[in-house]
T-cell receptor, first 113, second 117 residues
Framework: GDSVTQMEGPVTLSEEAFLTINCTYT??????LFWYVQYPGEGLQLLLK?????DKGSNKGFEATYRKETTSFHLEKGSVQVSDSAVYFC????????????FGKGTRLSVIA | GAVVSQHPSWVICKSGTSVKIECRSL??????MFWYRQFPKQSLMLMAT?????????EQGVEKDKFLINHASLTLSTLTVTSAHPEDSSFYIC?????????????FGPGTRLTVT
């Protein structure tokens, strides 16, 4: 079955540091890929998505590129802020989100001033 | 924006009792809602897909008689944990898909933490 593997956390960074959270996937079809973020006490929010190879999703300074050849969708941000502290989930869906999402385990990010 | 609420946000119950968790789409209609379960430091695991006006579809290994799902309207789905036991303690999260949007984006509730004593 489909699966998502993302780097274990927690990740602790200083403000303005560069962030990379690795995510790789296995899928039987041609999935859409997502990054969700969960701030403390809140529900998951869609951060960005990509639906086909070489697409780059971006939002709030975060970026991720759909790499079909390496089955990866790594999340990056050039300069993190304290407000970026949250849990980040990589996910896929075989049908653009119409079908249930398959999630990675989540990576907790803590940014310190 | 699309908002999904869950009630209660946390609940403590005694072993053997039943607990109902509500999932509401506040500003949109959702024919499909999904129920997930999240264990500490683990991923969200899909439990079931809830369809308005029809029976829920449960994932393999999920007991449908224990986790009763009712999707009675386009804005409300409920999950009832019957005869709860300590091993049912977990974080339960619902998501809903907006009927009117073609992007199929799922909107998530804030979750309900269930503790069975």
């Amino acid at each position: 079955g489909d699966s998502v593997t993302q780097m274990e956390g927690p990740v602790t960074l200083s403000e303005e540091a560069f962030l990379t959270i690795n995510c790789t996937y296995t899928a039987t079809g041609y999935p859409s890929l997502f990054w969700y973020v969960q701030y403390p006490g809140e529900g998951l929010q869609l951060l960005l998505k990509a639906t086909k190879a070489d697409d780059k999703g971006s939002n709030k300074g975060f970026e991720a590129t759909y790499r079909k050849e390496t089955t990866s969708f790594h999340l990056e941000k050039g300069s993190v802020q304290v407000s970026d502290s949250a849990v980040y989930f990589c996910a896929l869906s075989e049908d653009g989100g119409n079908t249930p999402l398959v999630f990675g385990k989540g990576t907790r990010l803590s940014v310190i001033a | 924006g699309a908002v999904v609420s869950q009630h209660p946000s946390w609940v403590i119950c005694k072993s053997g009792t039943s607990v109902k968790i509500e999932c509401r789409s506040l500003d949109f209609q959702a024919t499909t809602m999904f129920w997930y379960r999240q264990f500490p430091k683990q991923s969200l695991m899909l439990m079931a897909t809830s369809n308005e006006g029809s029976k829920a579809t449960y994932e393999q290994g999920v007991e449908k008689d224990k986790f009763l799902i009712n999707h009675a309207s386009l804005t409300l789905s409920t999950l009832t944990v019957t005869s709860a036991h300590p091993e049912d303690s977990s974080f339960y999260i619902c998501s809903a898909r907006d009927l009117d949007r073609s992007s199929y984006e799922q909107y998530f509730g804030p979750g309900t933490r269930l503790t069975v004593t």
